[in-house]
């Protein structure tokens, strides 16, 4: 359980610590998590995966999720 712990604080972690750096680069930072979120995930991921693992709204979700696609960054 502990591993699992760790693992999920890491991955909190990285997808903070991206989203500050993407600050720091004129990227939005909501942006920069979703790019996070997508790096480090092993499945492909949705619109409501990406609400629902970073806490944001769909409209946030949904635009940030175009921009990359469409590579609008």
Do not use: C, Y
């Amino acid at each position: 359980m502990a591993r699992t712990t760790d693992l999920k604080e890491a991955r909190e972690r990285f997808i903070e610590a991206w989203g500050a750096f993407g600050s720091a680069w004129g990227i939005n930072r909501s942006m920069a998590q979703v790019h996070a979120l997508l790096l480090i995930s092993h499945e492909p991921l949705s619109t409501e995966d990406a609400m629902e693992q970073l806490n944001i709204s769909r409209g946030n979700a949904n635009t940030n999720l175009r921009a990359l696609i469409d590579g609008a960054w």
